[in-house]
């Protein structure tokens, strides 16, 4: 009876799908892949997560223990949860939760769909949480999300603006991580031809640039400032390459404006964002489009809302925060068969608007894009602050090095003090203090050192070391 249950629940999920599955091999229009989902009216789009919701509840109860002792013990039925408005009776799930069911349940916990009769049935692949410390959570996903990752990845990196005649290098070292294998994938559904970079040094990547002449660079923020600056070194011009458009993932990139227009002068390219997490796979989550860049300082990402619930709540309460107004991201997937998470944390501080944008698409768009994760935040003394505004205040000099790292430990009377380890020729230590105090309102150290002299960000950057005594 259970299995059948299991099975049936499934069952519904999986005809659901079918429903909304529009354009799934081809574009629609020159311009917009899934035209009928992507500017669907608002309504509509509610009406659709209202509709998958309701089978996606049932499913998660009957296949994932996780959820079913969840659901048992705030006394409540899957049906109980069926519109967009019955969220908030469902505690936003955090990845402590997640990670505490996969210690008490080895090794791969029990929040996820997948079971081993799926996987030894339509396994496809395992990705491991690319998160900060903790024990590992793993995700396994199976070849019906592939197929809809494909498709929903498409649909985003058609919303760039990435064409069949472009090339795409992936500079990444692939890994357990979904970022270059889900677009990997989704370009092979766009015919869009594709370099591999996996397991190359930065001096042999830079090298395919210039030779094999690749359209579009796709890799984290950090390691597309480090491979321009590579390309300098051997006497090579980022800016006059063949790259006209960087796709950036895996790290907060668009939103950070000094980071972003270093960037975009060193390679003389457009940039476009991808934005999600791998809990809440397969998707896009968020993507750019050709208005991303509203003005010179503001961007703008949107929302894969027909894959997706995307709430923005106040990181204190957890409760939901009125359009406009800023709180962290809260996903809740309808379009996973292995990880249909219900209302889980990702933890991004951004500001929703749900105007229409002039691409034409409805979907929700995170304005000024995301700054890092909520979890990030740094406690200096009672001052808090986030990387991100740290790296704003960095970025901010002039002709500082790519490269930084901000030092925090406790000194000899025992008080907590944070240093900037950053590059120059000359000393700058004045103008660095000055920045991250007028943004950040501490005073740091600042210690010189020569350009070259830091670690080179290999994939996402590690800048913050916290050294304090607990
Ligand atoms: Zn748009």
Redesign the pocket.
Same mark, same amino acid.
């Given at each position: 009876m259970a299995d059948n249950r299991k099975e049936q629940t499934r069952n519904q999920w999986l005809d659901m799908l079918e429903k909304y599955k529009f354009d799934s091999d081809a574009p629609a229009t020159d311009q917009i892949w899934s035209e009928k989902l992507e500017c669907a009216s608002r309504d509509e789009l509610i009406s659709i997560q209202n509709d998958k919701l309701k089978v996606v509840t049932p499913f998660l109860y009957e296949n994932s223990d996780f959820y079913r002792r969840r659901f048992d013990k705030l006394d409540l039925a899957p049906t109980d949860i069926q519109t967009v408005d019955d969220l908030t009776k469902w505690p936003v799930v955090d990845k402590t939760e997640m990670m505490e069911d996969a210690l008490a349940h080895p090794p791969y916990g029990t929040y996820s769909t997948m079971d081993q009769e799926l996987w030894d049935t339509r396994g496809w692949m395992m990705f491991s949480s690319s998160g900060s410390s903790g024990v590992p959570r793993v995700f396994r996903y199976s070849h019906v999300d592939r197929d809809l990752w494909e498709w929903a990845n498409a649909r985003a990196i058609y919303?760039f603006g990435v064409r069949p005649d472009d090339t795409v290098f992936l500079a990444s070292g692939y890994g357990p991580h979904v970022f270059a294998w889900g677009v990997q994938y989704a370009l092979q559904r766009m015919n869009v031809a594709s370099i591999p970079g996996g397991g190359m040094t930065t001096d042999m990547r830079a090298n395919i640039v210039d030779r094999f002449k690749p359209t579009v660079l796709c890799c984290t923020t950090s390691y597309a400032l480090h491979l321009g600056r590579v390309m300098e070194e051997k006497g090579l011009d980022p800016a006059a390459s063949s790259i006209r458009m960087l796709f950036v993932g895996g790290e907060p990139g668009t939103g950070i404006m000094n980071t972003r227009n270093r960037l975009k002068e060193l390679w003389g390219a457009e940039m476009r964002e991808f934005y999600g997490c791998t809990e809440v796979s397969p998707h896009s989550g968020g993507y750019s489009?050709? #208005? /991303?860049e509203i003005s010179g300082d503001v961007v /703008?990402t #949107?929302l894969m809302e027909d894959h997706q619930i995307w709430e923005l709540v106040d990181p204190d309460t957890m409760e939901p925060v009125a359009e406009g107004e800023r709180g962290i991201t809260v996903a809740t997937s309808l379009l996973s068969e292995s990880s249909p998470q219900l209302r889980f944390n990702v933890g991004d501080y951004t500001v929703y608007s749900t105007e229409q +944008?002039? +691409?034409?698409?409805t979907h929700v768009?995170a304005m000024g894009s995301f700054a890092g994760r909520s979890d990030d935040l740094i406690n200096l003394r009672g001052v808090k602050m986030y990387p991100v505004q740290l790296e704003q205040a960095v970025r901010a000099v002039p002709g500082i090095g790519d490269e930084y790292e901000i030092l925090i430990e406790t000194d000899e009377a025992g008080v907590d003090m944070m240093t900037a380890r950053v590059e120059h020729a000359d000393d700058i230590s004045a103008q660095v203090i000055n920045e991250i105090k007028t943004r950040c309102e501490v005073t740091v150290g600042v210690e010189m050192l020569a350009p070259g002299t830091l670690p080179k960000t290999e994939f996402k950057a590690k800048r913050i070391r916290d050294e304090r005594d607990k």
């Open positions: 919303s489009c050709s #208005h /991303a /703008a #949107h +944008c002039g +691409c034409g698409r768009r």
